[in-house]
């Protein structure tokens, strides 16, 4: 797979970093999204509010229950999925069956339940949810068990050869919500996200990969859903006579990530997110004009795998950031008992411990090998450390499924 990629990327053409001018399709993402959605359903204004009421009434319940130990994997697959239906869809008659089928699991306990062909997210409606949810429950069982020489398991057919693939994924990459409602961003990024880790490297079970997946995928990645100006990928949206490509942070995030920092113009990427730094989710950092841990992690893994290549007023201006970042999580995000405060995009407290502990961990906070941008001492990181661990031996009995209390440990312990 290494000879496959470094082929690919020698094809790709490399620009210089320069000050990254922010296009008008991400300085005005959510007005062009929200006017797109309107056209399709004039009423659209008027009906997203009273969902987003009924939606945050729902979370508290749904976190209240977790707080006190009830473990609802059902109930927690079903918020996320809500929560990606609020923004990708107009679709009010699917978003109301969803939550009425959140109201009907709280205070009944539930686990996840595998289906005939091995996905999990049983309680998901969406594929691109269960593959999500599948692939975190698969990566659990590769800890214990070391698999190697599996084929493509049967879930994965609608997407095992290279025209499947790349049928799949080039129609997630293009958007008309005007004429249908939807916006594939979400699915485009979450199943990117897997796919990159299953026919990319073959984890979690050690899959045997066909080479000419593997290079389609590759290629479509690097050559073709990337904004060469920007050096982000995201989502393309289709606009009358023209298409307008948005930034998306989360989908660069991931790509670098699971390509280990082996894409084009790493100096470009760390400008490009730089300059969208006080923009809103999905294109920047914010969410509703604040920090949030989820991004924050996000955003400094870019800034490590971009630290190498990066230019001293670069690596000047990453560390003012990450201190920024850093100071908020502390005084703002942290609770005193070792929890991190809970944002409704988090669908659980245990994600949102996660993401938290993830972005102290990436920065090195609790061990001074990974702390890239920094030579200072965190004296107070141990005592932090042992709250966060608290939290979680008190609150894992209430794991929803994806174990990341489990991940929390691992984060906590990472060197």
Request: aromatic content about 10%; overall charge negative.
């Amino acid at each position: 797979m290494k000879a496959i990629l470094a082929l690919v990327l020698a094809l790709v053409p490399t620009v210089s970093a320069q000050v990254v001018e922010v296009p008008p399709s991400d300085a005005q993402a959510h007005a062009l999204l929200e006017q797109d959605f309107t056209t399709f359903n004039p009423q659209y204004k008027h009906e997203w509010p009273v969902r987003v009421a009924r939606i945050r009434d729902l979370a508290a319940r749904v976190y209240t229950e977790e707080s006190k130990g009830l473990k609802n994997s059902c109930g927690h697959q079903i918020l996320f999925e809500i929560e990606e239906l609020m923004v990708t869809s107009a679709d009010f008659k699917q978003i109301d069956k969803r939550l009425d089928d959140l109201d009907a699991t709280i205070g009944h306990p539930s686990s996840d339940k595998q289906d005939s062909d091995g996905m999990w997210g049983s309680c998901s409606e969406q594929w691109y949810l269960k593959l999500y949810h599948t692939y975190d429950r698969l990566e659990d069982e590769a800890r214990q068990n070391e698999n190697k020489g599996q084929p493509l398991p049967a879930f994965l057919n609608r997407v095992s050869t290279p025209d499947k693939l790349t049928a799949y994924l080039d129609a997630l990459s293009v958007s008309d919500v005007q004429h249908t409602g939807i916006d594939h961003g979400l699915e485009f990024n979450e199943a990117l996200s897997v796919l990159l880790r299953v026919i990319v490297h073959g984890n979690p079970q050690g899959y045997t990969i066909d080479p000419a997946l593997s290079a389609a995928l590759l290629d479509r990645v690097l050559n073709r859903y990337r904004n060469p100006k920007t050096g982000f990928w995201g989502e393309r949206y289709r606009r009358g006579d023209h298409e307008d490509f948005q930034d998306d942070l989360s989908m660069t995030f991931h790509i670098v990530s699971f390509l280990h920092g082996k894409v084009p113009d790493m100096p470009r990427i760390i400008d490009t997110t730089l300059a969208l730094k006080d923009m809103d989710y999905p294109v920047g950092w914010l969410w509703k004009g604040a920090y949030w841990n989820h991004n924050n992690m996000d955003v400094v893994t870019l800034f490590r795998y971009g630290w190498p290549s990066a230019s001293p007023s670069q690596r000047s201006a990453m560390s003012a950031e990450i201190e920024r970042m850093l100071v908020w999580c502390l005084k703002d995000s942290l609770q005193q008992d070792g929890s991190f405060k809970v944002n409704i995009a988090d669908a659980s407290i245990e994600n949102a411990e996660y993401y938290g502990a993830a972005f102290l961990s990436r920065i090195g906070f609790f061990e001074p090998s990974l702390r890239f941008w920094t030579n200072r001492e965190f004296p107070e990181s141990t005592a932090i450390k042992k709250r966060i661990y608290g939290f979680v031996q008190q609150h894992q009995s209430s794991s929803s499924g994806d174990d990341n209390y489990r991940s929390v440990i691992e984060q906590l312990d990472a060197k």
